[in-house]
């Protein structure tokens, strides 16, 4: 029937499980008790939209944290369809079996269906690998806590490596920077972190609250890159080194701390990081296509990697590890490969 000819009960389509019906369109990732999947209504490469079922007949909504809009299931199906209300109505009844009345509605008149505007393709902005390299030294607290544990050498060379720098962030003097760089030698953005070098410091070598982000923007505003800047975070860090070792076999661990680690106790591995446990993209994974692969999880990601990494066997076979969860203490959820590898080698001092 005609959805222009029909009444719908708009209240029990809005109260709908927004996160089922998310899942008709794309990926669902839940993260602790929130389900997150891509914004329709920007570029979203990682999930910022927040959705939120209704109880009891209350209305179901969405909200994405990037853009920070607000919208309805009915809203939703619009924008993914390209649709009118009276269709998006119609798709969401049809999907949850919401039959609606047969009277005409006087509110409601089909208006003809506008054809979908294309989206300009985005264009984004490299930072300058000149600024990187600038930035490089030993002298951040994340190298100066590597070099407690390892030889000062190997330190330097894995800082080189991965073109570690020192950043001030204006409480921190010290800060780390972590650049991810592709193939090509293209600096995608920058992460910042800063570790406590206390030796005596039960918080020795654990990243300092607060101070963790990526730094794109602020270059944006310092002049480094315009101010219009769109950046991309679906590059590997670490990737620009497949090519320097093409024959080495692939760890890909979570953070760039954990690769960074990884590397300077195992250097004969290519360690690779995806960035955190939401940014393991089809996209960034490309690079890896037909590289021998190893995974290692930290202990709360492993069965949301190992289900999304299956997805894509195409790119190359990924064999995932459960070390984390098999080695961990029962109080630590977050435990990772860097935990593992800095309790169980001796340090040199």
């Known amino acids: 029937m005609n959805p222009s000819n029909q009444h719908f009960d708009v209240a029990r389509l809005n109260a709908v499980p927004i996160t089922q019906l998310a899942e008709r369109y794309g990926t669902v990732r839940k993260v602790g008790k929130t389900s997150f999947t891509c914004c329709p209504w920007h570029e ?15 209305a179901s909504h969405c909200k994405c944290y990037s853009c920070n809009v607000r919208h309805s299931p009915i809203d939703f199906v619009i924008q993914q369809e390209h649709c009118t209300f009276l269709e998006a109505c119609d798709i969401i009844g049809r ?7 047969d009277h005409a509605s006087a509110r409601y008149r089909r208006k003809p269906r506008e054809k979908p505007v294309e989206k300009a393709p985005v264009t984004f902005t490299y930072i300058p690998m000149e600024w990187v390299e600038r930035q490089m030294s030993t002298d951040n607290s994340f190298s100066q806590c590597l070099m407690r544990h390892f030889n000062p050498y190997h330190v330097q060379q894995v800082t080189e490596d991965y073109l570690l ?19 090509q030698g293209r600096v ?21 609250p607060d101070v963790c982000y990526w730094l794109g923007k602020r270059l944006a505003d310092q002049g480094v890159v315009p101010k219009d800047a769109v950046f991309d975070n679906n590059c590997l860090f670490g990737a620009h080194l497949l090519a320097r ?8 661990v979570e953070s760039p701390k954990n690769a960074v680690i990884g590397a300077a106790a195992f ?11 939401n940014m393991l993209s089809r996209q960034a994974l490309q690079c890896l296509k037909g590289r021998l692969t190893l995974v290692y999880p930290d202990r709360d990601a ?4 190992t289900t999304e990494l299956r997805k894509m066997e195409d790119i190359t076979h990924f064999q995932v590890s459960n070390l984390c969860e098999r080695v961990a203490p029962a109080d630590q959820p977050k435990y990772d490969v860097a935990d593992y590898i800095l309790q169980h080698l001796r340090p040199i001092i």
């Open 165 to 183: 720098g020192v950043y001030d962030n204006g409480h921190q003097s010290d800060c780390v920077l972590f650049p991810s760089v592709d193939e």
């Open 267 to 277: 250097p004969q591995f290519l360690w690779l990081a995806a960035g955190s446990e």
């Open 95 to 101: 999907m949850f079996g919401i039959l609606p009345d």
């Open 188 to 208: 995608h953005n920058v992460k910042v972190q800063h570790y406590s070098t206390d030796l005596g410091s039960p918080e020795f070598f654990h990243r300092t």
């Open 245 to 252: 070792y093409p024959s080495a076999p692939v760890i890909l």
């Open 302 to 305: 492993i069965s949301n990697w």
């Open 44 to 58: 979203d490469y990682h999930p910022s939209l927040a959705l939120y079922d209704g109880e009891s007949m209350k």
